[in-house]
């Protein structure tokens, strides 16, 4: 029997040249027990990984393939780090070529259990519903059994991951009865593509608020917290002067059921 500690498994990850799949492909480089094998993406298709990243360069220089080629992929798991509302396309058109390995999402497309929440935090409709429960919700420290177990994996946003881990400790043990959260995100949470928002000059020094009380991470923590205490998430956003990274702050009441004041980007 194999050990599949030492077993060696290929992967893929589609989406190669944004900073999700980027972040992705580094870590999976350095993994003992990973041999990238595919990389995907549209405009960037065709060109060499280290060609986006030139500290990748002589470490990862796989070409980067057009995403129509993915229906041929037969890695043992493929990793997606594409926009939010592309995933489930990617996953649909995986699934109906009878793809056979794991699927890690790390868009927002499989998060959330009810697709008319999409709607509410995301403002479209879910493509391919069907899909959703095929995933689980893989914030580690809560659902290791179960994400052990699964075939697909929804990766948690980056505030909700933090917002969560923060709170659910004391929440499950009954020791918060209200909470505002604020949370501050890098430039590097709006992903690889330059924007004004983004720009260093207009970032550099600043903290703006922005998508007040109305957050999208706010319906997976609300999700997760339903069965202990139930949440109602609201409160500003910020968005910070730095280039990476998340920090959640989360000042909460005692005793009693939970009520979450959510903040963050991502």
């Not at 890695?75 to 939010?84: T, V």
């Not at 890098?186 to 703006?208: L, Y």
């Amino acid at each position: 029997m194999s050990d599949p500690i030492s077993d060696i498994i290929s992967v893929s990850v589609a989406g190669a040249s944004g900073y999700t799949g980027m972040e992705a492909i580094r870590i999976l480089h350095g993994h003992p027990n990973v041999n990238l094998t595919r990389l995907y993406g549209s405009k960037s298709a065709g060109s060499a990984f280290s060609s986006h990243y030139k500290g990748m360069e002589g470490l990862v220089d796989l070409p980067i393939l057009p995403f129509d080629e993915l229906a041929s992929d037969q890695s043992d798991a493929i990793f997606l780090g594409l926009p939010h509302g592309k995933s489930a396309e990617a996953a649909k058109t995986l699934f109906d070529a009878g793809y056979k390995g794991r699927i890690v999402d790390m868009s927002s497309d499989f998060r959330l259990k009810d697709p008319k929440a999409y709607e509410k935090w995301y403002g479209w409709t879910h493509p391919h519903p069907e899909l959703i429960d095929r995933f689980v919700y893989g914030l580690t420290e809560w659902y290791r059994n179960d994400i052990r177990m699964a075939d697909h994996i929804s990766n948690p946003g980056c505030f909700a991951s933090a917002i969560q881990l923060g709170l659910l400790p004391f929440a499950k043990a009954g020791l918060v009865s209200s909470c505002d959260v604020t949370g501050i995100t890098g430039s590097s949470g709006s992903g690889a593509s330059p924007s004004a928002g983004t720009h260093f000059s207009s970032r550099f020094g600043n903290v703006k608020a922005y998508k007040v009380y109305g957050h999208q991470h706010i319906g997976e923590v609300n999700q997760t917290l339903a069965d202990q205490l139930g949440v109602h998430p609201s409160g500003p956003d910020g968005a910070a002067a730095v280039g990476r990274g998340t920090d959640s702050a989360s000042p909460a009441g005692a005793a009693g059921s939970a009520e979450a004041g959510a903040a963050g980007s991502g």
